[in-house]
């Protein structure tokens, strides 16, 4: 019997009453009940297999109306309009979001909305304290019209009247420093006090920087070399004379002068003699290289770099003068007792290098690498004395200086035989500061004796000091660890390491005190009415004894050009601003160097 199908196709009904159905034949035995379980079964298997065929035929609509509307699938993706992403990233990247909020953004927000506090920076070294009050020492022996913020107190305006009876002296000879404990103003240690300064701030500006004393230090520079300018014709190419001291004393001069009379210099009332030269090539050497070394410091100041240097060229030749040869201080009562010049090849040297460096000419380096200035200087003979830098000697200084150019620079031929050897013997001048070479005696103290048990030795140890801390620092910036002194290897930080004025002593009281009146304040024993502060006293002997007596120079008296070393001593020494030195700004004005072919050799003859 077949049944209707209202959806297609039909189904088919198996009689349960037939016995036999596709051919099976089934036992007759078999009950009623086993038969009829037999049956459902088949007739369940059968229809759904009956009805999975059929429902495989219908269409969606169809399957709807029998099964009901399916089940929502969940969605993987998110559509957020111009991007999809999967759910899952999405998710992750929204934690990942809140996680970096939490860590990053929060504690930047909290810190921003917090009240700052600055950080103290780390306090000064001792060199950095020590420094500070050493540049103020300039400060204190100026001559001139001081300008409101010299920041000494106690001093006035001074020697405003000098030069003026100086009939080729344009403007009179105001300004400058006074020297030591008298009013007198020496342009030879002046000079190489300038050039010190100068070196030093080319080398540690950043320093400088970094304690405040940039400024402070470069118009102390430019107070002194403009006083220096005007020593002599600074606007023309050639000159014939300088003027090379402004007061001081004759050895037992019984006339009111700057020894016999002890006053405040705002109080000097007695003449004020001018020294004119018209032959010195050492202080004319001397006086070219502060002006040179100077016009570096001025860089950024065009038109007075350009005036330093034209001056410098100008007083160099003066000094080049086959003429005028001989040495400055010769025969000059003046000049001789007190800073009496021993030659003047060691400034060809110096003044030669500082105007290389300052113009890039390559006369002046062919000059200082020329051997007739070695050989007549006896740069080479490991002379004890010839390896202590003082304004008297400049060698081992103008050595190091033109060592420092082989080093960074390696101009190579033709200069490189001169400049290797100006090296080793720069190497062999460290080696003889180091107490177990024997070269120098040490007291019991701990001093080198530089000058030899002479006074003031404090200076010539302060300025090796300079030479050796400055040569650590070339050595460091080309990766070099020290050197050898014979058979022994010397480390750099053991090189490193190795190593009274009347304005103050009288009462700023409103008195003016007589030529010879205020020598009472000179002999007391009791203290300065106002500290010279910064000043390095002349030290104490080789007995390691210092008396302390404003009337003993030997000890007490501080100078211009002990205290020039000494700043650059410390500024060498100090971390402030961090270490090393900057390579570059010494060589602004070098043209690049490129070795030179050497010569053939010369032909060969039978």
């Known amino acids: 019997m077949h049944g209707g199908n209202h959806w297609g196709g039909s189904f088919e009904m198996v009689n349960n009453g037939d016995h036999r159905h596709n051919g099976l034949d089934h036992d007759a ?25 059929r429902y495989q035929h219908l269409d969606q609509t169809q399957q709807s109306w029998l099964l009901g509307p399916p089940e929502p699938k969940k969605k993987k993706y998110v559509d957020l309009g111009c991007v999809v992403c999967s759910r899952k990233a999405l998710k992750w990247s929204l934690w990942s979001f809140l996680i970096a909020f939490l860590v990053i953004a929060l504690p930047i927000i909290i810190v921003k909305t917090i009240p700052k506090h600055k950080s103290r920076p780390p306090p000064p070294d001792n060199y950095t304290i020590a420094l500070h009050k050493a540049l103020l020492f300039f400060n204190a022996q100026k001559s001139g019209k001081l300008p409101k913020n010299n920041g000494i107190n106690w001093r006035g305006d001074s020697g405003l009247n000098d030069g003026n009876t100086t009939s080729d002296v344009k403007g009179g000879l105001v300004g400058g420093y006074y020297d030591a404990g008298d009013n007198t103003k020496f342009n030879f240690p002046m000079s190489f006090a300038m050039t010190m300064l100068s070196w030093s701030l080319i080398e540690y500006d950043h320093k400088y920087k970094a304690i405040g004393e940039y ?26 004379q300088i003027q090379a001291q402004v007061g001081g004393s004759r050895n037992g001069s019984s006339v009111p002068d700057d020894h016999y009379c002890w006053e405040r210099p705002e109080d000097m009332d007695y003449q004020r003699p001018v020294q004119t030269i018209s032959s010195g090539p050492d202080l004319a050497g001397e006086m070219a290289a502060a002006l040179a070394a100077a016009s570096i410091v001025f860089r950024d100041d065009t038109a007075y770099s350009k005036k330093l240097v034209k001056g410098a060229k100008t007083v160099f030749a003066f000094a080049r003068d086959g003429g005028k040869r001989t040495r400055y201080s010769r025969g000059n009562s003046f000049i001789e007792p007190y800073y009496n010049s021993s030659g003047y090849y060691d400034e060809y040297m110096w003044g030669s290098a500082w105007l290389y460096y300052a113009t890039g000419n390559v006369s002046y380096i062919s000059l200082a690498t020329n051997p007739g200035l070695s050989r007549n200087s006896r740069a080479f003979f490991m002379i004890p004395d010839q390896l202590v830098l003082s304004w008297d000697n400049k060698l081992p200084a103008a050595m190091l200086l033109l060592t420092r150019l082989r080093i960074f620079l390696n101009p190579g031929y033709p200069y490189e035989d001169m400049l290797r050897m100006y090296h080793n013997t720069t190497t062999l001048t460290m080696c003889a500061y180091m107490k177990q070479y024997g070269v120098f005696n040490w007291t019991k103290g701990g001093m080198i004796q530089l000058n030899r048990g002479r006074p003031q030795p404090l200076q010539y140890v302060s300025n090796a000091a300079f030479l050796a801390s400055l040569f650590v620092d070339y050595m460091n910036a080309t990766g070099v660890p020290g050197i050898y002194c014979g058979s022994d290897f010397i480390t750099l930080d053991k090189i490193r390491n190795g190593l009274y004025t009347r304005a103050a002593s009288m009462p700023r009281d409103k008195i003016k005190y007589s030529c010879t009146g205020g020598f009472k304040w000179r002999d007391t024993r009791n203290p300065n009415p106002n500290n010279i502060t910064g000043a390095m006293v002349g030290g104490p002997d080789r007995f390691d004894q210092f008396h302390d007596m404003r009337s003993n120079y030997s000890y007490t008296e501080p100078t211009l050009a002990g205290n020039a070393g000494l700043v650059a001593a410390l500024v060498s020494l100090t971390s402030s601003g961090g270490h090393g030195i900057d390579k570059n700004n010494m060589f602004s004005a070098v043209p690049p160097l490129y070795p030179q072919s050497s010569p053939p050799p010369p032909p060969w003859r039978p």
């Open 29 to 53: 035995t078999t009950t009623d009940d086993e038969k009829s379980r037999s049956m459902d079964q088949w007739d369940r298997a059968s229809l759904h297999h009956s009805q999975s065929q």
């Open 215 to 240: 400024n402070h230090a470069k118009d102390l520079i430019k107070w002194g070399t403009d006083y220096l300018l005007l020593t002599f014709n600074s606007s023309a190419t050639k000159i014939n």
